[in-house]
């Protein structure tokens, strides 16, 4: 079983930048789709980005496309989000995840093989 390990959270003001980084360990990362999450207080979970395996694909919600980006450096076993132009309405607790497959429950169902511990991000107005 996978393990992951997230870290970069913090308060940042509105139109500042953030990077998240989650790194993989127990299984092979280059092996794994990586996924970033997040959840507001009081909210459900809501995909933010993926990345295939190859990081030849990538997914983002609309309300963070063309301000965040998903990448993965397979020589650190670590999957990155960086978030630029930060919005009041992108605090939340972010949780990246992995999973064998890119399309699938992990995406659609929040069933993911592994998830992180979630790190805090506060955007202030």
């Known amino acids: 079983q996978a393990q992951l390990v997230e870290s970069g959270g913090g308060l940042v003001q509105a139109g500042g930048s953030l990077k998240l980084s989650c790194i993989v360990s127990?299984?092979?990362?280059?092996?794994?789709?990586m996924y970033w999450f997040r959840q507001a207080p009081g909210q459900g979970r809501e995909l933010v980005a993926a990345?295939?395996?190859?990081?030849?694909?990538?997914d983002y919600a609309q309300s963070v496309k063309g301000r965040f980006s998903i990448s993965r450096d397979n020589a650190k076993n670590t999957a990155y989000l960086q978030m630029n132009s930060l919005k009041p309405e992108d605090t939340a607790v972010y949780y990246c995840?992995?999973?064998?497959?890119?399309?699938?429950?992990?995406?659609?169902?929040?069933?993911?093989?592994?998830w992180g511990q979630g790190t805090q991000v506060t955007v202030s107005s």
């Open positions: 995840a992995a999973d064998r497959y890119y399309s699938g429950s992990c995406r659609s169902r929040y069933e993911c093989d592994a």
């Open positions: 127990g299984r092979t990362f280059s092996s794994y789709a």
């Open positions: 990345i295939h395996w190859s990081g030849g694909n990538t």
